[in-house]
């Protein structure tokens, strides 16, 4: 029995660390895109900060614009910690105009670039509006996940997006890496 028990807690903790280690080695490449301005933006350029937020976001997804005013606080409260966010837009439908009106229309004054044709959401395999991805200054992953653990503002519980620049910038281990993101589906070419 004492044997069972030994063997199963073996097991378990390998398939933790071995999640664990997964998540952390995973690297994604410089890529470049254009935001609503017409300006390049690669990631290369942003290697000086302690951590890159990349935010699938959305004009016309319901759950995204919930977390419009939440994430214009978030970069905010950050930039000048050296967190550096940049919105993603990868839907098809929605055009460079779109993004523009809707940045001025929600006051949302961090960078927010367009993915046309979905390449960078497919690199990330990015699925929902809004969805997170916390990089270092190398392109590893840190965290991927949600925003928080509630579209209405009111109901959260757990802040997991600064919970995790948090510990970046205190030089803790993040204690959750991974979370479900929840919200509309990236509507791909």
Not at 76 to 89: A, F, H, M, S
Not at 102 to 117: G, M, Q, S, Y
Not at 146 to 167: G, M, N
Request: charged share 30%.
């Amino acid at each position: 029995m004492f044997k069972a028990i030994v063997i199963n807690l073996i097991l378990i903790l390998t398939i933790i660390f071995s999640y664990a280690f997964s998540l952390s080695t995973e690297k994604f490449e410089n890529f470049t895109l254009k935001d609503y301005k017409g300006k390049e933006h690669s990631l290369s350029d942003y290697k000086n900060s302690k951590a890159i937020v990349l935010i699938f976001v959305a004009t016309e997804c319901p759950v995204s614009n919930a977390y419009n005013e939440r994430m214009e606080k978030i970069y905010l409260d950050y930039k000048e910690k050296g967190v550096q966010l940049l919105g993603i837009n990868s839907n098809k439908s929605e055009s460079v105009s779109d993004i523009r009106n809707h940045a001025i229309k929600n006051n949302l004054t961090f960078t927010i670039l367009k993915d046309d044709k979905n390449i960078i959401a497919d690199k990330f395999n990015a699925s929902f509006t809004p969805e997170v991805y916390v990089l270092d200054p190398d392109f590893n992953l840190l965290y991927h996940g949600r925003i928080d653990d509630s579209r209405r503002e009111e109901d959260v519980k757990v802040q997991d997006l600064r919970s995790t620049l948090d510990e970046i910038l205190s030089g803790k281990q993040i204690s959750n890496p991974k979370t479900k993101a929840f919200g509309c589906t990236i509507k791909r070419v």
